[in-house]
T-cell receptor
C-alpha cells in the first residue's frame, strides 16, 4: 500500500529550530509538498520538492531524498505563530496526491 | 471573490437528509477536488475533476456525488447523510492537476446526527 509517515506531535521553544520528518512509500514519485494548517483553518502551501536537495524559502527549508523516500521541513527562528499542523503529501505515478496525517507543532515561550 | 469559497461554513444535519456543499473558485483552475479531514487521519480524497465536464472517484467516494458543469463550480452532494459523514470538508483547486499546487477553500464543518 501507499503510506506517508510523520510524527504526530512535536514541541519546540520560541526562537529555536525544529525539523519535521516525513517518510513515504508510494507507487512512484512525482513530487512532495509541505502544507501548513492552523487549527480550524484550511491547509496553505509551503513548499514543493521534486529533485533531491534543499529548497530554502525564508525561515522555512524543505529537503528531499528520493532514494531514501525521505523529506524534512526545517523551521528556523521559531515564532508563536508557527504553532500549527504541518502536512506532508506525495504525488505518485498516477498523479494522485497522498497525504500524511500531519504533525502538530507546539511552540512554547 | 478571490480564491476559493465554500458554503455553508458549518451545518448540522439529520441522518437521512440530502445535503449539497458548494464550492466556487475564480482562479480559472482546471482541476478541482473534494477532501474530508478527520482527526488523526490525513486528508482523504472523495472526488475530483480534472476539467469541466469530467469527474472521477477518489479514495472514499461512497455516499457522495459531484458534478462539474462549468470551470468555477464543483458541488458535493450527500444523497442520504449518515453519522460517519460527520467531518470537515475541504474543496481545493489546481491549474494542471495533481502535479500542480493545490489551493484550499476555508472548509465546511458538517455534523450528521
Amino acid at each position: 500500500g501507499q503510506n506517508i509517515d510523520q510524527p504526530t506531535e512535536m514541541t519546540a521553544t520560541e526562537g529555536a529550530i525544529v525539523q519535521i520528518n516525513c517518510t513515504y512509500q508510494t507507487s512512484g514519485f512525482n513530487g512532495l509538498f509541505w502544507y501548513q494548517q492552523h487549527a480550524g483553518e484550511a491547509p496553505t502551501f509551503l513548499s514543493y520538492n521534486v529533485l533531491d536537495g534543499l529548497e530554502e524559502k525564508g525561515r522555512f527549508s524543505s529537503f528531499l531524498s528520493r532514494s531514501k523516500g525521505y523529506s524534512y521541513l526545517l523551521l528556523k527562528e521559531l515564532q508563536m505563530k508557527d504553532s500549527a499542523s504541518y502536512l506532508c503529501a506525495v504525488t505518485n505515478s498516477n498523479y494522485q496526491l497522498i497525504w500524511g496525517a500531519g504533525t502538530k507543532l507546539i511552540i512554547k515561550p | 471573490i478571490a480564491g476559493i469559497t465554500q458554503a455553508p461554513t458549518s451545518q448540522i444535519l439529520a441522518a437521512g437528509r440530502r445535503m449539497t456543499l458548494r464550492c466556487t473558485q475564480d482562479m480559472r483552475h482546471n482541476a478541482m477536488y473534494w477532501y474530508r479531514q478527520d482527526l488523526g487521519l490525513g486528508l482523504r480524497l472523495i472526488h475530483y475533476s480534472n476539467t469541466a465536464g469530467t469527474t472521477g472517484k477518489g479514495e472514499v467516494p461512497d455516499g457522495y456525488s459531484v458534478s462539474r458543469a462549468n470551470t468555477d463550480d464543483f458541488p458535493l452532494t450527500l444523497a442520504s447523510a449518515v453519522p460517519s459523514q460527520t467531518s470537515v470538508y475541504f474543496c481545493a483547486s489546481s491549474s494542471q492537476g495533481d502535479t500542480d499546487t493545490q489551493y484550499f477553500g476555508p472548509g465546511t464543518r458538517l455534523t450528521v446526527l
